[in-house]
């Protein structure tokens, strides 16, 4: 099932808020993916290497600007949210192991689009949101968060 986004899942920072709408968009494009595996289709297995790279990639750059934004605003959860990012890399790492050993398979797919739809509906939209709170009673000048250090952009 297509994960829609919703209004409600805006943290109020407008970069943040476009990354958390860009992982929706790369869960959804994952089920088309599966989709087309479970029909038959013989899958591009360049094409699938290439999205998961994106994937992996705006994640790191994802979960490195929202840890930067938590610690600039004092968020008193980004002791919690960094735990929690970090399961989430651990868990990459152990995909990134086991498509290595097994090749891409559909349940490693099927797998990977469960925990992308879990993350971004237990994650984004029951935690994240609760970086609204903090952006808005940040004391920072106003734009100050909308933009991550340069060595942010050069990280991974």
């Not at 490195?64 to 890399?89: C, D, I, S, V």
């Amino acid at each position: 099932m297509p994960l829609e986004w919703n209004t409600s899942y805006e943290t109020g920072e407008s970069r943040l808020d476009r990354q958390h709408r860009r992982l929706f968009d790369y869960a959804n494009q994952l089920e088309g993916h599966l989709d087309r595996l479970r029909a038959g289709e013989a899958p591009d297995l360049g094409e699938l290497g290439v999205f998961l790279s994106f994937v992996e990639t705006h994640l790191y750059l994802h979960l490195t600007y929202e840890e930067l934004l938590m610690r600039r605003t004092g968020n008193p959860a980004a002791a919690q949210g960094r735990a929690a990012h970090a399961r989430l890399e651990a868990y990459g790492q152990g995909f990134r192991a086991r498509l290595a050993a097994q090749g891409l398979t559909l349940p490693l797919l099927e797998e990977l689009h469960h925990v992308m739809h879990t993350w971004l509906l237990g994650h984004v939209v029951r935690v994240d949101v609760g970086l609204q709170t903090a952006l808005q009673a940040s004391p920072q000048p106003a734009g100050a968060a909308a933009s991550p250090p340069s060595r942010l952009l050069q990280a991974g």
